[in-house]
């Protein structure tokens, strides 16, 4: 794959996400990503040097929404934020799907138009709508006949339109109203013969419920290591044979915190907390923000695919020029 540096949008070929991600599955290692929240925080986690990133749902929900993850967020809005966040990297994005927004018949709608954003795969889940977030109580799922048919109409469009579009398998059994870890694992095994690349059991609270669900699921596994779950080294999954571990919402938590803080500063202190920030930033590894939103991308098409004398603009005026600063 190129490197963001090398891209110009729309123009570079490059290697499809979904491809990508197999090849990264292919290599029986642990996948590790962070959850990014919109296209911005993705474009931080590709500088910072990870494989691939996952679109969080709770994070796109209280970003765009400013609500909780409880079956607010649409699909259309969901889908934007995949296809913003899918064009913005060059490596392999993992979005929340939720649960397909309703039964078989609309997962086949969901399942197309989530390809056509772009991105790598999606986990679809078995709760009913409304949804909430995995590690919230209160949870419901779907009967066993109904999960396994929307996995099924899943696996069809993939194969379809897309035979390396991962398609994840989450069950939310585990903690769900009269749920259980047994329950769980069935629907994991179930979900994984109707067609899904991956089972992702959603919310085991302790090692050895982790450890039954690696010995006992037949198949690749994700797994979401927030809330109630136990968290574990990256050696530690390779050994339980983890093939993608999220941590869903670190940066939305960071983000909303580092926000609040700067908020904190400029009451408190006024245009002087600007300058404190100015002078940070000068010092960090992203501390151009013109560098990191790419504007030497524009300045190469313009070079390819404009006048030459439309050039001269860069030299008679004030500003950051890139590839040179300041």
């Known amino acids: 794959m190129s490197t963001p540096a090398d891209n110009h949008p729309g123009l570079t070929p490059a290697e499809r996400g979904s491809t990508a991600l197999r090849r990264l599955l292919a290599a029986k290692q642990t996948v590790f990503v962070p959850g990014c929240f919109n296209a911005m925080s993705a474009m931080v986690v590709e500088r910072a040097g990870f494989p691939a990133v996952y679109m969080t749902g709770y994070g796109t929900s209280l970003g765009m929404l400013g609500l909780p993850d409880a079956g607010y967020a649409t699909a259309t809005e969901m889908q934007q934020n995949a296809r913003w966040i899918a064009n913005a990297v060059s490596i392999p994005v993992i979005a929340d799907a939720d ?8 997962v086949t709608r969901t399942i197309r138009e989530y390809i056509q954003t772009g991105a790598a795969g999606v986990h679809l889940e078995d709760q009913v709508m409304p949804k909430r977030c995995g590690h919230v109580a209160g949870r419901m799922v779907v009967p066993r006949a109904e999960a396994v048919g929307k996995m099924r109409a899943a696996a ?10 991962v398609l994840i398998a989450r069950t939310d059994a585990r903690g769900a109203v009269g749920g259980s870890l047994d329950e769980a694992i069935w ?3 179930a979900l994984l013969d109707a067609g899904a690349d991956l089972a992702f059991v959603e919310g085991p609270t302790s090692e050895a419920e982790v450890e039954r669900v690696c010995r006992e699921v037949k198949g690749p596994l994700f797994y979401n290591m927030t809330g109630v779950s136990p968290r574990y080294s990256l050696a530690q999954m390779n050994a339980l044979g983890f093939a993608i571990a999220i941590t869903a919402n670190t940066l939305t ?7 609040y803080d700067a908020c904190i500063a400029l009451r408190d202190e006024g245009p002087q907390a600007e300058i404190t920030v100015m002078e940070a930033m000068r010092r960090h590894p992203l501390g151009d923000v013109h560098d990191l939103a790419r504007f030497d991308r ?17 030299e008679g005026t004030v500003g950051y020029k890139p590839g040179k600063g300041w």
């Open 298 to 314: 524009v300045k190469r098409i313009e070079e390819q695919f404009m006048p030459a004398e439309e050039m001269a603009k860069y």
């Open 253 to 259: 938590r960071a983000a909303y915190m580092a926000m």
């Open 99 to 106: 649960n397909g927004y309703g039964n078989a018949v609309n």
């Open 156 to 165: 069809a469009v993939r194969d379809a339109n897309d035979r390396d579009f």
């Open 187 to 189: 629907r994991a095994n």
